[in-house]
């Protein structure tokens, strides 16, 4: 071979298309959204492709991309020699095929939580990156567990990995929601919200969750006919931690999600709003008061545009390089769990098999 061969081989081995070619497979709400950050606030990236069982809504959205076509078979998008990675926004039961399409092709996707609806499935996921990680050195999923991109959380995370708060012992987590659509159940309720927790809890302690308990409070009134809410969640690690979890998806008020870590030498909190502070006249005189998000976007809008640049980042180079099928499918097992402790009323080990 010449220099000028190995060059170029060079070349097209780390070759990076000008700008990924994304497929979107799902454009409801998430699907949307991830389209809007795409088209305009990623960089490196475009989106070539929609699709989506409402041929409409896929229509609606291209229209509004230019160069976006719509292909109605979300895996005749994944084969589309035109697409280089995908973004699955899908309802939960359809992203098993659709990542193992991904895998099975070698691009790399972001798929939305949950990895898929069972422990089980997640697993065979697991094992499918795996064999193609085996041969290619390149893991292809990221799962969108975007609190860990929020700077937040993030910025904790380093607090107690470089000792500043010693040993984390506990930790206490509130997920709030001002009110939830109907048809939400209890158990939904813990695969849908509590899932963000538990990602948060072994993201921020780096260890496994062991064992679950699911206690039902008093519900609010406001909650529909038969809905526990609020819930209370008590997660215990391996190494012996406790990690409690106030889930109330009905308040009526706003979207709050707050987590305090309390260590061997201290304690930070994360989740205080620290918006706008205004004094302004209120019912009994002048208040001080900041603004509370309204809903999981506002919240998390800046997480999702860093967990999205990330993913595009690192597709670029064939790879991903944030949470992967592995938390996927430990957060459905954790979930599996906690759905067995709300039925019995008992704590729960968690049935993990061995990465
Ligand atoms: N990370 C987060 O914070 C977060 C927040 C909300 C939702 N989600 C997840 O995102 C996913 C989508 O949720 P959503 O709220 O946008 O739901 P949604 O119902 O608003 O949108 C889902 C879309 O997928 C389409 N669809 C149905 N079958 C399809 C198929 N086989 N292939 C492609 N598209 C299909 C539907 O027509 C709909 O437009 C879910 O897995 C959900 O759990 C994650």
Same mark, same amino acid.
């Given at each position: 071979?010449?220099?000028?061969?190995?060059?170029?081989?060079?070349?097209?081995?780390?070759?990076?298309?000008?700008?990924? /070619?994304?497929?979107?497979?799902?454009?409801?709400?998430m699907?949307?959204d991830h389209?809007?950050r795409?088209?305009?606030r990623v960089?490196?990236?475009?989106?070539?492709?929609?699709?989506?069982?409402?041929?409409?809504?896929?229509?609606?959205?291209?229209?509004?991309?230019?160069?976006?076509?719509?292909?109605?078979?979300?895996?005749?998008?994944?084969?589309?020699?035109?697409?280089?990675?995908?973004?699955?926004?899908?309802?939960? /039961?359809?992203?098993?095929?659709?990542?193992?399409?991904?895998?099975?092709?070698?691009?790399?996707?972001l798929?939305e939580k949950?990895?898929?609806?069972?422990?089980?499935?997640?697993?065979?996921?697991?094992?499918?990156?795996?064999?193609?990680?085996? /041969?290619?050195?390149?893991?292809?999923?990221q799962v969108g567990f975007m609190r860990r991109f929020d700077p937040e959380y993030a910025a904790l995370r380093?607090?107690? !990995?470089?000792?500043?708060?010693?040993?984390?012992?506990?930790?206490?987590?509130?997920?709030?929601?001002?009110?939830?659509?109907?048809?939400?159940?209890?158990?939904?309720?813990?695969?849908?919200?509590?899932?963000h927790?538990?990602d948060v809890?072994?993201f921020?302690?780096?260890?496994?969750?062991?064992?679950?308990?699911?206690?039902?409070?008093?519900?609010?009134?406001?909650?529909?006919?038969?809905?526990?809410?609020?819930?209370?969640?008590?997660?215990?690690?391996?190494?012996?931690?406790?990690?409690?979890?106030?889930?109330?998806?009905?308040?009526?008020?706003?979207y709050?999600v707050?987590t305090?870590?309390?260590?061997?030498?201290?304690?930070?909190?994360i989740g205080?709003?620290?918006?706008?502070?205004?004094?302004?006249?209120?019912?009994?005189?002048?208040?001080?008061?900041?603004?509370?998000a309204?809903g999981f976007r506002e919240r998390f809008g800046l997480a999702y545009d860093l967990e999205v640049q990330r993913w595009?980042?690192?597709?670029?180079?064939?790879?991903?390089?944030g949470p992967?099928?592995?938390?996927?499918?430990?957060?459905?097992?954790?979930?599996?769990?906690?759905?067995? !402790?709300?039925?019995?009323?008992?704590?729960?080990?968690? /049935?993990?098999?061995?990465?």
């Amino acid at each position: 071979m010449t220099a000028t061969e190995v060059l170029s081989a060079v070349r097209a081995a780390v070759s990076v298309p000008a700008d990924l /070619r994304v497929a979107v497979l799902g454009v409801g709400l998430m699907g949307a959204d991830h389209v809007a950050r795409l088209h305009g606030r990623v960089s490196g990236a475009r989106v070539a492709v929609v699709s989506d069982a409402a041929t409409d809504r896929a229509g609606r959205v291209a229209a509004g991309v230019p160069g976006c076509r719509v292909v109605t078979d979300p895996l005749a998008a994944v084969a589309d020699p035109e697409v280089d990675a995908v973004v699955i926004a899908s309802p939960g /039961r359809f992203h098993e095929e659709q990542v193992l399409a991904c895998i099975d092709r070698g691009i790399p996707v972001l798929c939305e939580k949950p990895l898929t609806m069972d422990a089980d499935s997640s697993l065979a996921v697991v094992r499918a990156e795996d064999a193609h990680a085996a /041969r290619t050195g390149r893991r292809l999923v990221q799962v969108g567990f975007m609190r860990r991109f929020d700077p937040e959380y993030a910025a904790l995370r380093e607090l107690i !990995a470089a000792g500043g708060i010693g040993e984390p012992l506990v930790v206490h987590c509130a997920h709030r929601n001002p009110a939830v659509p109907a048809g939400v159940t209890t158990e939904s309720i813990v695969n849908d919200s509590v899932v963000h927790e538990v990602d948060v809890a072994r993201f921020l302690l780096d260890e496994e969750i062991a064992a679950v308990t699911v206690l039902r409070p008093r519900a609010t009134r406001h909650a529909a006919q038969g809905l526990s809410d609020p819930l209370l969640v008590l997660l215990e690690t391996v190494g012996g931690r406790m990690v409690d979890v106030e889930c109330f998806v009905s308040t009526g008020l706003a979207y709050e999600v707050r987590t305090e870590v309390v260590g061997e030498d201290g304690s930070a909190m994360i989740g205080l709003h620290k918006g706008m502070v205004r004094q302004h006249t209120g019912p009994g005189g002048a208040v001080r008061s900041t603004a509370v998000a309204p809903g999981f976007r506002e919240r998390f809008g800046l997480a999702y545009d860093l967990e999205v640049q990330r993913w595009v980042d690192a597709a670029r180079r064939g790879t991903v390089d944030g949470p992967g099928v592995w938390d996927g499918y430990a957060a459905q097992a954790v979930c599996a769990a906690g759905v067995e !402790a709300l039925r019995t009323g008992r704590r729960t080990e968690v /049935r993990m098999e061995q990465r």
